[in-house]
């Protein structure tokens, strides 16, 4: 699977932003999408992640309730929909695949995509 991530940006505290991720090369069914952050001088984290059979999503404490992972199947598509950002949010954001079911730790993921940078201005 190759995945391909756009949407990063500079965006105001408390303003939202939408991620984009599109893959390719193989079908994605039985495949748990997902999306990881890692801020400068820290290791890479979950955020979110998504299964592309059934839509069913799990989301990082520190996320829930202010981003929304989804899916557009015919697309092959995820995007990550983030609200109410702040300062702490700033982070290169990856999206990453896996066959099978939902994993947190990033090394159960072995396909990624580049990163794309978001910035959290004050």
């Known amino acids: 699977v190759q995945l391909q991530a756009s949407g990063g940006g500079v965006v105001q505290a408390g303003g939202s932003l939408t991620l984009s991720c599109t893959a390719s090369g193989r079908s994605l069914s039985g495949h748990t999408m997902a999306w990881f952050r890692q801020a400068p001088g820290k290791e890479r984290e979950f955020v979110a992640f998504?299964?592309?059979?059934?839509?069913?999503?799990g989301y990082a404490d520190s996320v829930k309730d202010r981003f929304v992972i989804s899916r557009d199947i015919g697309e092959s598509t995820v995007h990550l929909r983030m609200g109410s950002l702040s300062l702490e949010d700033t982070a290169v954001y990856f999206c990453a695949a896996r066959g099978g079911w939902p994993k947190l730790e990033r090394d159960e993921y072995n396909f990624w995509g580049r990163g794309t940078l978001v910035t959290v201005s004050s």
């Open positions: 998504i299964m592309w059979n059934d839509g069913d999503t």
